[in-house]
Structures are given as structure tokens and as C-alpha cells.
């Protein structure tokens, strides 16, 4: 059971067993400080329209609802998630992929899709928690807290830590700007200064993040600003 007292960003938890998508349910409930979990979700979804797998009462399938969308929320949202996680896992570092997956080990643990409407911004979160087995297609790419800890996590307390962080990084951004969440994310990243290609193929070579949140890359000797789109390294 999720405790709410003294959180700021949590005003209503509706839990659900099963439901299409955290994000989707979210939006169309339209009010701030909304936190949606599920045990189940049916029709998941990532990046770009890519499912998320989530297979049922194994992992974290959540959102927040945040007022005043601003793209830099995915950010903040990765910083705060990325440093939970660390946390959890007793001397483990997860690191950010731009944007915002969150790896541990160079496998992916976490996957954040941000997407606003009319006024709301949902923040969405899958935290591959107790799952142990995926499909053939992402077995060699994703792994759990359960397989890199050896041992079972309890879901309420991962989503509690979770909140706790959520609660102090956003706190932070509202009190100090961009800045340390810049700072964070560029320590923690997995790619500044590496070479890199872009979405379309083309090779770049990473120089930092701006203070709008773009990805900031070096393409032909000129700088070039990535808004969206994942980066793979080269």
C-alpha cells in the first residue's frame, strides 16, 4: 500500500489490475497529481509507438500527471529515476541512454515516455522489476532489479522510493532551474563525448545537453541539436 503522506506531486493514486496504458488512462482523467499504477498493462507502449512488454504482477507500470507540460519534465523524470534505481541496487550505478532509458550494466531496466495534452503532462514509467524472462527479441537487451540484486523486490516499496525521488528532483528543478538536473544527467549519461550515431545514421559525436534539454551533437564540425530520437553508439 502505497503511503502518500507527505508527498508533494501525489494528491490521488488510482490503482489499477489491468489496463491498456498508464499514460492513456492518465490523460483522459485530465487533472495534475494523479498517479496511475497497474499490475497489468495490455497494450504498453514506448518510444515511437514501440510496445512495452508487461507481462502481469511482475513489474512497475506507473504514471504522474504534472500541470504545465514542459519538455524538460523527461529529464527531470530520468535524473530522479536513475538515481532511485542506483539506490536500490547496493552499489550498482543504472545510467541514462539519451533520452531517457535507464540502463544497468548496458541493459535496459527502465523506460520513461512523457507525452502531454491540453494542459497535462503524463510521465510515464516501466521499471522491469521481478521479471525474469522476455521474449526472444529483448532477452539480450533488457534485464530486472530481481536478476542484477539476486533477490525479489517488493513493488510497493520500489514505487515508494521511486515517489520519494520523483518528489525531491522535481522540488529541486521548480527551486533551482535546469541546471543541477543538466549536471546530473551528463554525469550519469552514458554517451558524452563518445562517438555516436544518429537516427537517420548519420555519425556525430556527443558534446553535452543545452539548457532547453537538447541533445547536443558535433555532425560534420557543426553543432547540431537532437530535440528527439534515440542516438546509438557508433
Known amino acids: 500500500m502505497i503511503d502518500l503522506a507527505g508527498l508533494k506531486l501525489v494528491k490521488e493514486h488510482i ?3 489491468a489496463v491498456d496504458s498508464t499514460n492513456r488512462y492518465a490523460l483522459d482523467a485530465a487533472r495534475p497529481g494523479l498517479l496511475i499504477t497497474a499490475r497489468e498493462q495490455i497494450a504498453g507502449r514506448g518510444r515511437q509507438g514501440r510496445t512495452w512488454f508487461s507481462p502481469p504482477g511482475e513489474n512497475i507500470y ?7 507540460p514542459d519538455p524538460r519534465f523527461c529529464l527531470v523524470t530520468g535524473v530522479a529515476v536513475r538515481a532511485v534505481l542506483t539506490g536500490l541496487l547496493g552499489g550498482v550505478e543504472a545510467r541514462i ?21 491540453g ?21 539480450h537487451s533488457a534485464t530486472s532489479l530481481k536478476i542484477i540484486t539476486g533477490r525479489k523486490l517488493a513493488l510497493d516499496e520500489v514505487l515508494q522510493a521511486l515517489l520519494h525521488g520523483l518528489d525531491y528532483w522535481f522540488a529541486l528543478y ?5 541546471p543541477p538536473v543538466r549536471a546530473a544527467f551528463l554525469e550519469h549519461g552514458l554517451y558524452q563525448g563518445s562517438q555516436v550515431l544518429l537516427q537517420d545514421g548519420t555519425p556525430g559525436v556527443i558534446l553535452g545537453l543545452s539548457q532547453e534539454g537538447y541533445l547536443e551533437v558535433e555532425v560534420d564540425g557543426q553543432r547540431r541539436s537532437i530535440v528527439s530520437g534515440d542516438v546509438v553508439a557508433a
Open 15 to 17: 490503482e489499477l489490475d
Open 62 to 68: 506507473m504514471t504522474l500527471t504534472l500541470q504545465n
Open 97 to 117: 541512454k539519451w533520452p531517457n532509458d535507464i540502463l544497468i550494466l548496458g541493459r535496459k531496466v527502465c523506460g520513461i515516455l512523457c507525452e502531454a495534452r
Open 119 to 139: 494542459g497535462i503532462a503524463a510521465l510515464g514509467i516501466g521499471v522491469n522489476v521481478n521479471q525474469t524472462e522476455w521474449p526472444d527479441e529483448l532477452k
Open 174 to 178: 521548480q527551486s533551482q532551474g535546469f
